[in-house]
Each structure stands twice: as C-alpha cells, then as structure tokens.
C-alpha cells in the first residue's frame, strides 16, 4: 500500500510537471511565432522603401539607425548628422527608426506637397510635448496640434486675431509694455555702474509679459508674467526624457524629484489657465464682439465653434506660452551670433538709436535690423524639425510613398544647403538686402509654409523689434565671452533650446545721449 500510494503521488507530479512544462512550452512557441510574424510583416513593409536611398542600418534590420542615433545624441550633432546625409543620400532619402522607416525630405517641390495636403497628411499625435506622462500640455486639439475639421475652424476664427492688418491695434499695447519692461526689469538688474546679464534668462523675463497685454493674464498667486516663463522653461527641458527607452523614462519618473515638480508644474499651469478661462468667459458675458487686441476671446470663440471645451482653450493658452518662449530663445541665439560679429551688431544698434520706434509704421525703418533677424532665422530657425503622417498611398519628389509613415524635414538643413544659400554657414545679413531671395520657392522657412505657416509671425517680428530697440536705446552692450560657458543650441528637440548664456556686459547710456539721437 505504500508503495502503490507513493507511486501514484510520483505519477500525480509527473503529470502536473508535463503539464506545467507543456503550458510553457505553448506560450514560448506563441510568444515566438507572433515575434516572427511581427518581424516579417515589418520586414515587408520595409522593403517597399528599397527604392529610396538612404544610410544603410547600422548592424542589421532590428537596430535600424538607432547606435547612429544614440552617437550623434551625446555629441548633440542631431541635425548636423542629417546635414551630411543631404549631401551624401539627396535631398529626399530614408532612414531607420528601429525596424520603421522614416522619409526625410528638404527637396521645396516635396516641402510644398507636405505643406499643402491636409487629406493624405496629418500632424503626428505622439510627439513628447503633447503631454508629460499623461498630464497634457499643449494635447492634441489646440491651435498647434489639432489635425482635420477641427484644425480648420479653429484656424479660421483666430486668423483675424493674427493677420497683419491687426497689428495696428495690438502695438500700441506692446510699445508701453517695453517701457515698463525696462523701469521694471531690466534697469534694476543693470544698475547705475553697469551689470552682466545672462541675455537667455533677460529674454525669458521680457517676452513672458508678452500675453498680458494680449488678454492673457496671470491669476492664482502668480506675481509676475517670468514666473511662468521660468515654470515653461523647466518643461521644454524635462521633455527630451520621453525620448528614451522606456524603461530610462519610467526610471527618471520613479527616482528624479525634478520629474515630479515638473508634472506638479503643469498641473499647477493648467489650473492657472483654467482660472483664466473662467474670468474670461465671465467678461465675454457681457459683449457683442471680441476686441480685436484679446487673444484669450478669440481662443474661446475658436474652440466654441470647434464644438471643444474649456480644456482645448487651457491647450492653447499653453501653446502660446511654450511659442512666446521660443521666441525669446530666438532673440537670444541673435546675440549668440552678435559675439563673433561685431561690425554687424555695431551696424544695428547704430541703426536702431537713431530710429526710435514711436509709430507701427515707423518698424519699417528698421530694414538693417529686420536684416539680421531675417538671418538669424535663418541660421537657427525657431522650428529646426517638423514631422507629418503619412495616411493613404502617396507621391513626394517622385517616389511612392506608403501609408502607415512617417515624414520628415529640417528647415535647419534646408537653410544651410549650399544649393540654395551661398555660403550657408556664414552670417551675413547682406543676403536679405533685397527681401527674401526666392521667396516663391520655400527655400526659407522659418515659419513654414502652407495653411498651417506659423500664426503669430507678425507679433515675433514686430516684438524683437522692440526689444532691440529698448535695449540699444538704452544701453551700451558688450559681449562677455568668459562671463559663462560658451552657447551652444540643443538639436535634442524639434525647437530651438538654449544651453546657457550669451552674456552682454549693460552699461546705462546717459539721457542726454538718448534725448540728442531722438531729436
């Protein structure tokens, strides 16, 4: 008896053990199968991109492009890799993320296509500054971001806020603002006997207070407009972490405390903006139109006819304070330039002390300085990437592209391409003498293109204007080159990010100096 009943547990365990082994077995062998299809069916659709030229994958089809990618990351080369690849593979090639591949494009004729197609091509949804760990930021229906029917309404409502003919009424808002700006902010750091300012940290604090005299107001213990611009500041540099690998990202959630202040952050920005929405709607209670100098009642209307809610209008004030930061980093990659160039910057500031901005119409004396502008653009455009989706069978620069990609494409290569900039990598105002050089043939794209070319392009102009005129006006500026590290941009992001300084030495200019230039 006791042998059979010990005979019958060992039979008992066997069977349970082939079981067991057999449920594992089955799982790998799934587990592997769907691996392979996986792979065959990526495979395939790779291959229909064999006719594009492109770098080959670095090791073998899984890895793609990705060890070229990592490389180029820490030399923060990004964009300087996809400059040589122009060179090497043309102007239209394809390149591999992984198993997927990209189509890479700064041919106009294509860049034209991909401007103008809203039915085959839509904006990709998945990019990292659409939202932190699930806490939105600019999301997925704003003003920037939305694709479709939406997009088109709300384009619509706002373009009359933005056009040019509306400039007249929101200068006279922004040219007292720089005058308070500089009683307020700038005068104070400077001092009587001269200061070194950080120009990076300066722009932040000038162009935050650009909304509030836009209808965009800063409630909810929030003193002053460049606390927000520091906040926004802190976001645009936490979200490169979203593209690493999914468990370095998850990582830096769980152990960096920075993380963590920063989705506080946005959450804290987003009731911010929440209340702004509420005080807004309260006084457009009372109207029969929106002012044509409020940008806030426009958003409302906009998302109103988009059949949207307050949180899409919260997305679009977010938009606008991440685009007025960039702006003040384009203003600061200016003075980056200004350090190596100093007859140009002498040239500008000659021009701008002995035209003072009084009128709307008296920017248009300021052509030497629109000049430098224009070629700063040029050199660092705000956008340096953009990327669309690819959703039916189409045509580019005369290759079939398939549905289900990705394209891409650089106004930072296409400005510095040879082919259509003479001497693309030196800075020289002078190119714009004349007005844009080509300007039909979308060789100059610092604010795109097309339908979805950048909104608020006037107000950046007309904005940097006036900063550089307070600035000149006021100040005798030197660079400080061993005040800080020398400043480099970041081409980690798809927008331009500055990594530390440029340092300007400010030295008050005494009155009668500036009373003598005005009469």
């Not at 890799?81 to 997927?100: A, L």
């Not at 003193?223 to 370095?248: A, M, T, W, Y």
């Not at 405390?257 to 702004?276: A, Q």
């Not at 949180?311 to 977010?318: F, G, Q, S, T, Y």
């Amino acid at each position: 008896c006791i042998y059979a009943e010990f005979g019958k547990q060992w039979y008992q365990r066997r069977v349970r053990g082939v079981d067991a082994m057999f449920l594992l077995f089955t799982v790998i062998l799934v587990v592997s199968l769907y691996y392979a299809y996986d792979i065959t069916k990526k495979w395939l659709y790779a291959r229909q991109f064999d006719h594009f030229p492109g770098p080959p994958p670095y090791s073998s089809f899984l890895q793609g492009n990705g060890p070229t990618f990592n490389r180029i990351k820490r030399d923060n080369a990004f964009l300087d890799c996809f400059c040589t690849w122009v060179e090497e593979y043309g102007e239209t090639f394809q390149f591999r993320i992984r198993t997927r591949p990209v189509i890479f494009t700064i041919d106009p004729e294509a860049l034209r296509s991909i401007f103008s197609d809203n039915i085959n091509l839509k904006k990709v949804d998945h990019l990292p500054n659409r939202a932190l760990f699930g806490q939105r930021i600019t999301g997925y229906n704003s003003i920037l971001t939305a694709n479709g029917q939406t997009w088109a309404i709300k384009r619509k409502v706002v373009s009359g806020f933005f056009a040019k003919q509306n400039m007249h009424n929101l200068f006279p808002h922004m040219l007292p603002l720089m005058d308070r700006l500089l009683e307020t902010k700038v005068k104070p750091r400077v001092g009587p006997d001269g200061a070194a300012l950080d120009i990076h940290q300066l722009m932040t604090t000038i162009f935050s207070a650009l909304p509030s005299v836009m209808g965009i107001t800063c409630p909810m213990g929030v003193d002053e407009p460049e606390e927000i611009g520091k906040r926004v500041n802190v976001i645009l540099d936490v979200i490169p972490v979203q593209f690493r690998s999914i468990f370095k990202m998850y990582g830096e959630r769980a152990m960096n405390k920075e993380m963590k202040d920063t989705l506080e952050m946005i959450v804290n920005m987003r009731m911010m903006c929440r209340k702004m929405v509420e005080e807004k709607r309260k006084e457009m209670a009372g109207w029969d139109n929106n002012p044509d100098d409020d940008m806030l009642a426009w958003f409302v209307t906009a998302n109103d006819a988009a059949g949207l809610t307050d949180e899409e209008v919260i997305e679009d004030i977010m938009t606008v304070y991440m685009v007025i930061d960039n702006m003040s980093k384009q203003l600061s990659a200016l003075f980056t330039y200004m350090i190596n160039h100093r007859e140009i910057f002498e040239k500008m500031v000659a021009e701008l002390r002995a035209n003072p901005i009084t009128t709307y119409k008296s920017l248009d004396n300021l052509r030497y300085t629109e000049m430098v502008i224009l070629e700063s653009l040029r050199m660092t455009p705000t956008l340096l990437k953009g990327t669309r989706w690819v959703l039916k069978d189409t045509k580019l620069a005369g290759y079939h592209v398939p549905a289900e990609c990705q394209l891409q494409w650089s106004q930072y290569c296409l400005h510095r391409n040879e082919k259509y900039w003479p001497n693309a990598r030196q800075f020289d105002p002078e190119r714009f003498r004349n007005g844009i050089p080509n300007v039909d043939t979308l060789t100059y794209l610092p604010f795109l293109a097309g339908p979805r070319a950048c909104l608020g392009k006037h107000i950046a102009m007309i904005s940097m204007k006036l900063t550089l005129s307070m600035l000149a006006r006021n100040f005798d500026l030197a660079p400080q080159p061993m005040a800080a590290p020398p400043p480099s941009i970041s081409q980690s992001m798809a927008l331009i990010r500055m990594k530390g300084g440029p340092w300007f030495w400010f030295n008050p200019r005494k009155s009668e100096e500036t009373v003598a230039e005005a009469s």
